[in-house]
């Protein structure tokens, strides 16, 4: 079946340390999309992707990086930067060109805990 | 913030049809009407989308008033499996980032 992966679902992180968390997705979808969810909030955009080799920064980039080196993968690193990093990770992708409009789909999100 | 209101609650009986309403206030005229659901722990599931049309699929159909400042999301038999937070959402994807900007939802409870 056609989907995102989310991977892993659970991650703890030591303090300092830099952890990647990972989304794949066999949509053939151009667009890829990373949120941050916190208790009892809406989403926050983090960085999206239109297309291959290319990503611009959301709403709440600093403390995150992304690479987008192939169509169906779109890896988010949460760095040692992110004061705050406890939250819940969503990726999205879209189908079409970037103004069509087809809905997002998500992945089934990872949880970042700090130890 | 999000551009939508609606109400925090509602409960339906399993079985029956579940009316989920959603205030437009400010869509404009290029915006379509997403609706979204997040069932606890799980990432945000896609319901349907329209424009001034009414729409209808597998999962629900959507109302949207001709005036488009309101529509209403039904789910025409609502099953346990359908308890969780609905959201309504006005999205332009032309000269946008495509940020999804959920408000605090309708918190929806079927109750047997």
């Known amino acids: 079946d056609g989907g995102i992966t989310q991977s892993p679902k659970y991650l703890f992180r030591k303090e300092g340390q830099n952890v990647t968390l990972s989304c794949e997705q066999n949509?053939?979808?151009?667009?890829m999309y990373w949120y941050r969810q916190d208790p009892g909030q809406g989403l926050r955009l983090i960085y999206y992707?239109?297309?291959?080799?290319?990503?611009q920064k959301g709403d709440i980039a600093e403390g995150y990086s992304v690479s987008r080196e192939k169509k169906e993968s779109f890896p988010l690193t949460v760095t040692s930067a992110q004061k705050n990093p406890t939250a819940f990770y969503l990726c999205?992708?879209?189908?079409?060109?970037?103004?069509?409009?087809?809905?997002?789909?998500f992945g089934d999100g990872t949880r970042l805990s700090i130890l | 913030d999000a551009k939508t209101t609606q109400p925090p609650s509602m409960d339906c009986a399993e079985g029956r049809a579940a009316n989920l309403p959603c205030n437009h206030s400010?869509?404009?005229?290029?915006?379509?009407v997403y609706w979204y659901r997040q069932i606890h722990s799980q990432g945000p599931q896609y319901i349907i989308h329209?424009?001034?049309n009414n729409e209808t699929n597998e999962m629900a159909s959507l109302i949207i008033t001709e005036d488009r400042k309101s529509s209403t999301l039904i789910l025409p038999h609502a099953t346990l499996r359908d308890t969780a937070v609905y959201y309504c959402?006005?999205?332009?994807?032309?000269?946008?980032?495509?940020?999804?900007?959920f408000g605090k939802g309708t918190k929806l409870s079927v109750k047997p």
């Open positions: 999205a992708s879209k189908g079409g060109h970037d103004r069509a409009h087809q809905p997002q789909h």
């Open positions: 949509l053939n979808h151009d667009a």
């Open positions: 992707s239109q297309i291959v080799n290319d990503f």
């Open positions: 400010t869509i404009s005229g290029n915006e379509y």
């Open positions: 329209g424009l001034k």
């Open positions: 959402i006005d999205m332009n994807y032309g000269g946008s980032q495509g940020n999804l900007i």
